[in-house]
């Protein structure tokens, strides 16, 4: 029944290391994104696709480096990895993406710890 | 000046209490608002939209002033559960990419 899964939950890993985050949604929404929420709770977008498209990459790092396999699916991939990633990152959906009409759904999070 | 301000508090309040949030937004182009509500280790959930008009749902009331560019949040009679970070929430104000903008949040306690 969850709407908007993400694994992992917790992710804890040295510096250095390559780490991926996997989101999956099943409302039949067509627009996914990816966010970070600091140690300070600002909430910032990163990505979003819509129907596996690239439509908003923020000033990220290339480290980052998302893929949407199908509209379902929003997966987060981070390379070496630096102790100012740690942070909760959540992945989202909203049923298209025009932000005025269309409340978009949170998952759990994943906590990121590196160390 | 960050794009969308909030007091982060936390408010403590008790039982019964009528509080209010203010929020303010630099991006006079923003044409939908939001409060959305993130219980602690939690993910954000939408609270309700925020309409030129107002509008109400129960104990929660929303108001939007664009010429100030502000918005506010009033809950009446606070519950316990009630307590969390309210977030307001602003879109970018560009095209239609999804993008909104939130704000650090105001933390309440509500006490018994």
């Known amino acids: 029944d969850t709407a908007v899964s993400q694994t992992p939950k917790y992710l804890v890993t040295q510096m250095g290391n390559d780490k991926s985050i996997k989101c999956e949604q099943n409302?039949?929404?067509?627009?996914m994104y990816w966010y970070k929420q600091d140690s300070k709770k600002f909430l910032k977008i990163m990505f979003s696709?819509?129907?596996?498209?690239?439509?908003i990459n923020e000033t990220v790092p290339n480290r980052f480096s998302p893929k949407s396999p199908d509209k379902a699916h929003l997966n987060l991939h981070i390379n070496s990895l630096e102790l100012g990633d740690s942070a909760v990152y959540f992945c989202?959906?909203?049923?298209?993406?025009?932000?005025?009409?269309?409340?978009?759904?949170f998952g759990p999070g994943t906590r990121l710890t590196v160390t | 000046r960050k794009e969308v301000e909030q007091d982060p508090g936390p408010f403590n309040v008790p039982e019964g209490a009528t509080v209010a949030f203010n929020c303010t937004y630099s991006n006079s182009a923003s044409q939908s608002f939001f409060w959305y509500r993130q219980d602690c280790r939690k993910e954000p959930k939408l609270l309700m939209s925020v309409y030129s008009s107002g509008n109400e749902d129960g104990r929660f009331t929303a108001q939007l002033n664009r010429a100030s560019q502000y918005i506010s949040l009033l809950i009446r009679d606070s519950k316990l559960s009630d307590s969390a970070t309210y977030l307001c929430v602003v879109d970018h104000g560009s095209s239609n990419t999804g993008k909104l903008i939130f704000g650090q949040g105001t933390t309440l306690q509500v006490k018994p």
């Open positions: 989202a959906s909203s049923q298209h993406m025009a932000a005025f009409s269309y409340e978009q759904y």
């Open positions: 409302l039949g929404h067509d627009t």
């Open positions: 696709y819509n129907n596996k498209e690239l439509i």
